[in-house]
């Protein structure tokens, strides 16, 4: 069935780039996503990229897909403390409506 | 994009008891969905709530345990029935709005602890 797998742990410093990453294995994924969640709320949605696309750029983000490999990587550029939180990549089909999310990766960002 | 609210925000309730939640969003929406997040885990789709028939439930979810209502574009309710400590989870409802219908955004959830 499918499947999206993330490194559960990320620690970096303030100022440093982040990169997350997130592996799926449903090769018709055409949206793939990534979402934030702080402690104790919702998620939030960062961004996402389809998959004719292979880079998308959004301010501090940048979001890669690698089709052939079905690897997709959020990397977050000047890291604050403000951007700890866990990040879950997910990825759907048009019309499915269904997102299949990853474990979420929390990312730690230290002074 | 829909600003979503839910409520109850949390509560602690007791084994056996049942709890409605409710999703508001404030604009018409046609897809509506309700999402499971156990502690520490990933969210897991529960059913997508249908307005005006009965909702599609995923696989391991039944509408015996979780039925939902969803009387117009706007709103929709899930019930935790029967409630056991198993059930202590974030429960979140999302829908899809946007430029790109297959965007989902989220409400804030519900934390629900069974005791």
């Known amino acids: 069935g499918e499947d999206v797998e993330q490194s559960l742990f990320l620690s970096v410093r303030e100022g440093d780039s982040s990169v997350i990453n997130c592996t799926y294995t449903?090769?018709?994924?055409?949206?793939l996503y990534w979402y934030k969640q702080e402690p104790g709320a919702g998620l939030q949605l960062l961004t996402y990229?389809?998959?004719?696309?292979d880079m998308k750029q959004d301010q501090r983000l940048t979001v890669l897909l690698n089709k052939k490999d079905k690897h997709l990587s959020l990397r977050i550029a000047d890291t604050q403390t403000g951007d700890s939180a866990i990040y879950f990549c997910?990825?759907?089909?048009?019309?499915?409506?269904?997102?299949?999310f990853g474990q979420g990766t929390e990312l730690s960002v230290k002074p | 994009s829909a600003v979503i609210s839910q409520k109850p925000s949390r509560d602690i309730c007791q084994r056996g008891t049942s709890l409605t939640i409710q999703c508001q969003v404030d604009s018409q929406v046609t897809m509506m969905f309700w999402y499971r997040q156990q502690p520490g885990q990933s969210l897991t789709l529960i059913a997508t709530a249908n307005q005006g028939s009965e909702a599609t439930y995923e696989s391991g979810f039944v509408i015996d345990k979780f039925p939902i209502s969803r009387p117009n574009l706007t709103f929709s309710t899930l019930t935790v029935s029967n409630m056991s400590p198993e059930d202590s989870s974030i429960y979140l409802c999302s829908v899809e709005s946007g430029a790109w219908e297959d965007t989902q955004y989220f409400g804030p959830g519900t934390r629900l602890t069974v005791l």
């Open positions: 449903d090769s018709s994924s055409t949206y």
């Open positions: 997910a990825e759907t089909n048009p019309g499915e409506g269904k997102l299949i």
């Open positions: 990229i389809f998959s004719n696309m």
